[in-house]
């Protein structure tokens, strides 16, 4: 026999039996997204990798070490598969000048590819489902996408296990003097410095509040708070959407060490969190990127959007509620040549009646088929 291929590390085979809760996961949340005004967008799962260079950043784990990056042999073109897909939405946008037409509230779903250590809840091939709202200045879209959130968690079954946690990263002077505090801070404590971070102090000071390093926390605990940064319009921003989470009845807590892992971010950020799922506990995060559209070369607009890990949230639907009912209602049974005739009209006249028919196929004794059709998860057979 020959030796068996196996799939590529990281990247799952997604099973008939597992595929109906995903079903019912996306139906849920495309019908709700639709209902918030968001339209679908469909981009390449590979884009120039300058994209991903140029909007999640340089100095992030994304761009530094997980992107699944090569150079096209047939054109010699540097290609990238989509790590995230907020660059590739706003890319898209702004090709077809999308917001000449106005604001544009827009969602997608599909697989998204990391180069990261494959564990539960964390794959080299995951699945989002995001939103993007382009146009928009906030801080309302903001808080209508968290009441988005929130409203899915509740029809999913999984409102009880998740918070929310908020920060805000302010603006990019306000970041750039709290950058500058940030530095001092660590530079006057160098020698406490682990690996990663001595080289973050240069590259990327910020990320060092993200070491998950327990050595690390207290020097972590005692830096420079962004949040005593703030400029007014950037407080101001921050208080107005805490009022609407508050009317709209959503709790939050704000956590100051938020910084998130993709550097085109300002003022609003956010993580829905879940202790069920160990490390990997992050279901969905996401924030404002106002100078996001005018980075990757279109007219200035401001932004706002959040994605979901698919895995994830399964994973914690599995966790919390039963597993859907079978769609099957009628399992058809037939022996003999003349029956056999008649199953296939059968079948068909029930389907044309709305009702969900699996009709057997492949031969077999009555016993046999009765046990399919109990394995089915049929209501009934038809004998
Ligand atoms: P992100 O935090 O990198 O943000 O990813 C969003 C979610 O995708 C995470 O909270 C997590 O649930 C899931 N996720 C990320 N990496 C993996 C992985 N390796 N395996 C399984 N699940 C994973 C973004 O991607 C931004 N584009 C979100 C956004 C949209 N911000 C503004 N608009």
Same mark, same amino acid.
């Given at each position: 026999?020959?030796?068996?291929?196996?799939? $590529?590390? %990281?990247?799952?085979?997604?099973?008939?039996?597992?595929?109906?809760?995903?079903?019912?996961?996306?139906?849920?949340?495309?019908?709700?997204?639709?209902?918030?005004? +968001?339209?679908?967008? #469909?981009?390449?799962?590979?884009?120039?990798?300058?994209?991903?260079?140029?909007?999640?950043?340089?100095?992030?784990?994304?761009?530094?070490?997980?992107?699944?990056?090569?150079?096209?042999?047939?054109?010699?073109? *540097?290609?990238?598969?989509?790590?995230?897909?907020?660059?590739?939405?706003?890319?898209?946008?702004?090709? *077809?000048?999308?917001?000449?037409?106005?604001?544009?509230?827009?969602?997608? $779903?599909?697989?998204?590819?990391?180069?990261?250590?494959?564990?539960?809840?964390? +794959?080299?091939?995951?699945?989002?489902? %995001? /939103?993007? &709202?382009?146009?928009?200045?906030?801080?309302?879209?903001?808080?209508?996408?968290?009441?988005?959130? /929130?409203?899915?968690?509740?029809?999913?079954?999984?409102?009880?296990?998740?918070?929310?946690?908020?920060?805000?990263? %302010?603006? &990019?002077?306000?970041?750039?003097?709290?950058?500058?505090?940030?530095?001092?801070?660590?530079?006057?404590?160098?020698?406490?410095?682990?690996?990663?971070?001595?080289?973050?102090?240069?590259?990327?000071?910020?990320?060092?509040?993200?070491?998950?390093?327990?050595?690390?926390?207290?020097?972590?605990?005692?830096?420079?708070?962004?949040?005593?940064?703030?400029?007014?319009?950037?407080? /101001?921003?921050?208080?107005?959407?805490?009022?609407?989470?508050?009317?709209?009845?959503? &709790?939050?807590?704000?956590?100051?060490?938020?910084?998130?892992?993709?550097?085109?971010?300002?003022?609003?950020?956010?993580?829905?969190?879940?202790?069920?799922?160990?490390?990997?506990?992050?279901?969905?995060?996401?924030?404002?990127?106002?100078?996001?559209?005018?980075?990757?070369?279109?007219?200035?607009?401001?932004?706002?959007?959040?994605?979901?890990? $698919?895995?994830?949230?399964? /994973?914690?639907?599995?966790?919390?509620?039963?597993?859907?009912?079978?769609?099957?209602?009628?399992?058809?049974?037939?022996?003999?040549?003349?029956?056999?005739?008649?199953?296939?009209?059968?079948?068909?006249?029930?389907?044309?009646?709305?009702?969900?028919?699996?009709?057997?196929?492949?031969?077999?004794?009555?016993?046999?088929?009765? #046990? #399919?059709?109990?394995?089915?998860?049929?209501?009934?057979?038809?004998?």
């Amino acid at each position: 026999m020959a030796e068996a291929l196996r799939a $590529v590390r %990281g990247m799952n085979d997604i099973l008939p039996d597992e595929a109906r809760l995903w079903q019912r996961f996306e139906d849920t949340t495309r019908t709700l997204l639709e209902r918030y005004g +968001y339209r679908n967008i #469909r981009t390449p799962l590979l884009e120039h990798t300058a994209l991903f260079r140029r909007s999640i950043g340089e100095a992030t784990d994304i761009v530094e070490k997980e992107m699944y990056s090569f150079q096209d042999e047939l054109n010699g073109e *540097h290609l990238t598969l989509r790590p995230e897909c907020t660059a590739s939405t706003v890319r898209a946008v702004i090709e *077809h000048n999308l917001l000449y037409n106005g604001p544009q509230r827009l969602w997608y $779903v599909g697989p998204m590819f990391r180069h990261e250590r494959p564990q539960k809840g964390r +794959y080299r091939q995951f699945h989002q489902i %995001g /939103a993007e &709202a382009l146009g928009y200045p906030g801080p309302d879209v903001d808080a209508e996408q968290l009441l988005f959130c /929130a409203r899915l968690w509740r029809d999913l079954g999984i409102a009880g296990a998740v918070r929310l946690e908020i920060n805000s990263l %302010g603006a &990019a002077d306000e970041r750039a003097a709290h950058r500058a505090a940030l530095i001092e801070h660590f530079a006057a404590h160098r020698d406490a410095l682990d690996a990663d971070s001595t080289r973050r102090l240069v590259t990327n000071p910020l990320r060092i509040l993200d070491s998950k390093n327990p050595a690390m926390q207290g020097l972590i605990e005692a830096a420079p708070r962004l949040l005593d940064h703030l400029g007014d319009a950037s407080r /101001a921003h921050f208080e107005a959407l805490q009022s609407m989470l508050r009317e709209g009845g959503l &709790a939050f807590t704000i956590n100051p060490r938020l910084v998130r892992g993709l550097d085109y971010y300002n003022l609003t950020v956010y993580e829905w969190v879940t202790d069920r799922l160990g490390a990997q506990g992050t279901i969905c995060g996401g924030g404002r990127y106002d100078g996001l559209v005018e980075q990757i070369g279109g007219k200035p607009a401001p932004a706002a959007g959040f994605a979901m890990g $698919v895995e994830r949230v399964l /994973a914690l639907m599995a966790e919390m509620a039963p597993a859907p009912a079978a769609q099957t209602d009628v399992y058809v049974v037939h022996q003999g040549e003349q029956a056999s005739r008649l199953a296939l009209p059968v079948a068909e006249q029930l389907r044309d009646a709305g009702i969900a028919a699996v009709m057997h196929a492949g031969g077999g004794g009555f016993k046999a088929q009765m #046990r #399919r059709a109990d394995a089915s998860g049929a209501m009934f057979a038809v004998i």
